[in-house]
């Protein structure tokens, strides 16, 4: 049995990584017309700017998956 505290976070991230991409998915394609969430990571694999504006995006998908949490530990 799992007990791990944090269930959408594991070793390999790939759950995790999706999770996290869900949670603000909706948001970006809402700033960005026209552009997928999957458009831009595929970009910032070789564009340092995107990178780290994606690195900002992800922040703010942690920061929702954490409120998430202790809303449901509650």
Do not use: N, Q
């Amino acid at each position: 049995m799992r007990t791990d505290p944090h269930p959408h976070f594991d070793s390999a991230g790939a759950w995790d990584r999706t999770y996290l991409e869900s949670l603000i998915r909706e948001d970006f394609e809402r700033c960005h017309p026209g552009e997928t969430l999957d458009d831009f990571k595929r970009r910032a694999s070789f564009s340092k700017e995107d990178k780290g504006l994606l690195r900002d995006w992800m922040a703010v998908a942690a920061a929702r998956a954490a409120a998430a949490r202790m809303v449901k530990e509650r």
